[in-house]
């Protein structure tokens, strides 16, 4: 018997004031939260159970209201309850990016994700007081790298790494982690990507699982966007909407480096860090959390660092480090 499911049944009635409701599963994530759409007559729902014990969901809503104050599209908190974990927000319907991506629709649905990618930057200029991002600092992002050594080469692969390699694996990260401190530092969702936004009617996207926001490098959410762990484009275009990505952004007076080679270059950089960091956390969702369907997409998060590695002369020891991997997800 689901206890928590229970619990929420009984949570929700009581908001609504009213058994006389349907509640079906809306999706799950790589966390240990759960949505569950709730129908009620005509109006929709979306009840979210995060364990208090799991989730720490302070932060979400404070971050939601901030995000709803600047014009963006994500979800209101109705009512929530953070002792019991159970929390009503409105529902942005049932179409992700990453169903209705394709030739077609790319440039309208991309174009609307870059513009409020910008509009959630410029909420950088309104923490006047600072601090209400925690920073995405060294520590953090060498923590993150490290989730590629052990859970993707050590748990999943099983390698035990030569010494030769241990040094390669070392520089790179350095190199890495150099190349994102050296950006401007803007607000930054950290997941906004096919899975997370919405096609919506009216303010598209809508923008979905941004409690783990930070204050960090201005290419971060770029390039999970563009180099999207779900979908991948041909490089030029890829290119192509970086460009316009940052014309928009020099217009609303985000820092975005003195060039286009500049700013490719810490895009580049970034995408390699959040591939590496997006594999080693793929493996950890199947060894650790019994979720193996996220195993699929390591070829083509780590194709894309391939990619990159080949074209920077600081990363030739990380590309010889990949090209000696066996040949498996």
Same mark, same amino acid.
């Given at each position: 018997?689901?206890?928590?499911?229970?619990?929420?049944?009984?949570?929700?009635?009581?908001?609504?004031?009213?058994?006389?409701?349907?509640?079906?599963?809306?999706?799950?994530?790589?966390?240990?939260?759960?949505?569950?759409?709730?129908?009620?007559?005509?109006?929709?729902?979306?009840?979210?159970?995060? #364990?208090?014990?799991?989730?720490?969901?302070?932060?979400?809503?404070?971050?939601?209201? *901030?995000?709803?104050?600047?014009?963006?599209?994500?979800?209101?908190?109705?009512?929530?309850?953070?002792?019991?974990?159970?929390?009503?927000?409105?529902?942005?319907?049932?179409?992700?990016?990453? &169903?209705?991506?394709?030739?077609?629709?790319?440039? *309208?649905?991309?174009?609307?994700?870059?513009?409020?990618? @910008?509009? %959630?930057?410029?909420?950088?200029?309104?923490?006047?007081?600072?601090?209400?991002?925690?920073?995405?600092?060294?520590?953090?992002? =060498?923590?993150?790298?490290?989730?590629?050594?052990?859970?993707?080469?050590?748990?999943?692969?099983?390698?035990?790494?030569?010494?030769?390699?241990? &040094?390669?694996?070392?520089?790179?990260?350095?190199?890495?982690?150099?190349?994102?401190?050296?950006?401007?530092?803007?607000? @930054?969702?950290?997941?906004?990507?096919?899975?997370?936004?919405?096609?919506?009617?009216?303010?598209?996207?809508?923008?979905?699982?941004?409690?783990?926001?930070?204050?960090?490098?201005?290419?971060?959410?770029?390039?999970?966007?563009?180099?999207?762990?779900?979908?991948?484009? #041909? =490089?030029?275009? @890829?290119?192509?909407?970086?460009?316009?990505?940052?014309?928009?952004?020099?217009?609303?007076?985000? #820092? @975005?480096?003195?060039?286009?080679?500049?700013?490719?270059?810490?895009?580049?950089?970034?995408?390699?860090?959040?591939?590496?960091?997006?594999?080693?956390?793929?493996?950890?969702?199947?060894?650790?959390?019994?979720?193996?369907?996220?195993?699929?997409?390591?070829?083509?998060?780590?194709?894309?660092?391939?990619?990159?590695?080949?074209?920077?002369?600081? %990363?030739?020891? %990380?590309?010889?480090?990949?090209?000696? %991997?066996?040949?498996?997800?």
């Amino acid at each position: 018997m689901d206890k928590r499911l229970e619990a929420l049944k009984q949570w929700t009635g009581r908001i609504l004031g009213s058994a006389d409701f349907d509640l079906r599963p809306a999706s799950a994530d790589a966390s240990f939260r759960r949505y569950f759409r709730v129908i009620v007559g005509a109006r929709r729902f979306i009840v979210m159970d995060a #364990p208090p014990d799991k989730e720490d969901m302070h932060r979400y809503v404070a971050i939601a209201q *901030r995000l709803h104050g600047l014009g963006l599209h994500v979800p209101q908190v109705l009512e929530q309850d953070h002792a019991l974990g159970f929390f009503l927000i409105t529902d942005l319907g049932e179409q992700p990016y990453l &169903s209705q991506l394709n030739p077609t629709t790319a440039e *309208r649905l991309y174009g609307d994700a870059l513009r409020a990618l @910008v509009v %959630l930057q410029t909420g950088t200029f309104t923490d006047t007081a600072g601090g209400f991002l925690p920073d995405y600092n060294e520590s953090l992002l =060498r923590r993150e790298l490290e989730i590629f050594r052990e859970w993707y080469l050590g748990r999943h692969l099983n390698m035990i790494l030569r010494a030769s390699q241990q &040094s390669a694996l070392e520089q790179s990260f350095t190199v890495l982690v150099r190349e994102a401190l050296l950006q401007p530092r803007v607000w @930054v969702h950290r997941d906004y990507h096919s899975r997370n936004l919405m096609v919506t009617p009216t303010n598209n996207p809508g923008i979905l699982d941004f409690q783990d926001a930070v204050l960090g490098p201005v290419t971060y959410d770029l390039a999970s966007l563009l180099r999207d762990c779900y979908i991948a484009w #041909p =490089r030029a275009q @890829v290119h192509n909407w970086v460009k316009g990505y940052r014309s928009l952004a020099l217009q609303a007076g985000i #820092p @975005v480096g003195q060039d286009e080679a500049q700013f490719l270059r810490w895009f580049d950089f970034m995408g390699a860090q959040r591939h590496l960091k997006a594999s080693g956390i793929f493996a950890r969702l199947k060894h650790r959390d019994a979720k193996p369907g996220y195993l699929a997409d390591i070829p083509r998060t780590l194709k894309y660092v391939h990619e990159v590695s080949a074209c920077y002369p600081e %990363l030739q020891a %990380l590309q010889k480090l990949l090209q000696e %991997l066996p040949m498996q997800a």
